[in-house]
């Protein structure tokens, strides 16, 4: 016989989850067969839950058949207890009540399981289309892509608010166990409020809350999680969010585009070189005008020094001060065209610069010379492909500045040598950050997995 009141638990979760009005407590029946779900309809994929429960049920003659198809169902999920229940519940999970037995079914509501165009890492070759916002559909994207039976997918649960899902994937054959270990560790220790999203995750995973230099890369392609799993590097995924985090992070990692994988050697070579110059003359240019200007303009050729003097005539203050109100606009006007509507940004940003660049001019505010720094620096900065190290890059060319003021040329120098030294005792997981990986990507690998 069915029973004729719902189990005691669902009664005392619909307790627990009171005064919310999304909770349904219902039953199913047809003659003495009884059964009773219990769901959060407001995250529960209705549909679904139709064509996998509630339909199968009436057409079944007892509860022992629905009981088997029960337990056949791929969305069956381990039944837990306690607040771990609940949290499942808000997830999405329908507890069903047989028979004084309770199954719980992954029946989620997913609203934004759609692929996304890649906005953040353009390519001209390659595949245009980014991951999701739903981790199954990230997952499965991952999958098609990556067929080894090594790949590993581990889940695990956030302990703070939000309670997102977060996966962990790695390659079993190429994975650093002491680096997974550590990626693991910091995740169970995570203590943060609130994270939604893998920006959040990666901020949080990053180490120092006042490191510049990030350690772990927020992508959106499926090709450079690929390309790094391949490597024997470990792939973060969060419920929600359409990034990944990778971990380990070595600074070269960052000035790699995934359109030098479809290119020509000589091709991707020219174009890693163009790179590298490109972030010297955003780290470096400004700081080494003023050390010149100010310091030590006998460095420069006569007709040089005599072209930069008289471009700077009518100019009345140092050239720091100069460098600084130029570089301080041009952030200003970076910061405008990312934050504007896109259909005025670009028509904003060009105008403004125009205009800007012209009056301070014609104003003695600045000189010529110093316009066609800027602009120098405005388009170098935006050659490094991933953006965290471009935001970094831009921090350092201030310090830079600043210690070429105070000491000239020796400063420039000394500044320089200062960052070098930083970074080569700076650790991504254990990981060196200026690590080189001169043996080629299988012979350290092969290094790699000796050494554990």
Request: glycine share 4%.
């Amino acid at each position: 016989m069915a029973k004729s009141n719902p189990p005691t638990l669902m009664d005392e979760l619909s307790k627990k989850f009171e005064p919310s009005s999304d909770i349904m407590l219902k039953p199913l029946q047809i003659g003495d067969n009884k059964v009773y779900l219990f769901y959060l309809k407001t995250v529960v994929d209705g549909n679904k839950l139709h064509t996998i429960v509630i339909k199968p049920f009436f057409e079944m003659k007892s509860n022992e058949s629905f009981q088997s198809y029960i337990e056949s169902l791929p969305e069956q999920v381990e039944m837990t207890s306690g607040e771990e229940l609940q949290i499942k519940l808000t997830k999405g999970a329908v507890l069903v009540s047989i028979e004084d037995r309770f199954y719980l079914l992954d029946i989620k509501l997913v609203n934004s399981d759609a692929v996304q165009q890649t906005l953040i890492e353009p390519t001209v070759y390659g595949p245009q289309l980014a991951l999701s916002e739903d981790l199954d559909t990230n997952l499965n994207i991952i999958r098609q892509r990556y067929h080894a039976p090594t790949l590993m997918i581990e889940m695990h649960d956030m302990k703070e608010k939000s309670r997102p899902q977060v996966s962990i994937m790695y390659d079993e054959k190429t994975v650093k166990k002491s680096v997974l270990r550590n990626i693991k560790k910091k995740l169970n220790s995570l203590e943060a409020p609130l994270i939604q999203s893998a920006g959040d995750l990666q901020l949080q995973l990053n180490g120092s809350k006042v490191s510049l230099f990030p350690t772990l890369i927020l992508t959106e392609r499926p090709d450079r999680i690929t390309y790094n799993l391949a490597a024997g590097k470990v792939v973060l995924m969060i419920d929600g969010s359409p990034q990944a985090v990778i971990a380990p992070i070595v600074f070269f990692d960052f000035m790699v585009s995934m359109e030098d994988s479809y290119h020509t050697f000589w091709i991707t070579t020219f174009t890693l070189v163009l790179r590298y110059l490109g972030l010297v003359i955003c780290l470096v240019l400004p700081a080494m005008y003023v050390a010149v200007t100010s310091y030590t303009p006998d460095v420069l050729r006569t007709e040089l020094a005599l072209t930069v003097a008289g471009s700077r005539l009518g100019v009345p203050y140092p050239s720091f001060v100069e460098v600084i109100f130029m570089l301080l606009f041009m952030e200003f006007l970076i910061e405008a065209s990312m934050r504007l509507p896109k259909a005025i940004s670009a028509t904003a940003t060009t105008v403004g610069g125009l205009i800007l660049g012209t009056a301070a001019t014609e104003a003695a505010l600045t000189s010529n010379i110093m316009i066609i720094i800027v602009s120098a620096v405005a388009i170098t900065s935006f050659v490094i492909p991933i953006s965290e190290m471009s935001f970094a890059i831009r921090i350092c060319r201030y310090l830079l500045i600043f210690y070429t003021t105070l000491f000239g040329t020796i400063g420039l120098i000394l500044g320089a040598l200062g960052l070098l030294m930083f970074l080569t005792n700076k650790r991504s997981f254990g990981e060196p950050y200026l690590k080189m990986y001169w043996k080629g990507e299988k012979k350290e690998i092969g290094v790699t997995t000796k050494n554990e």
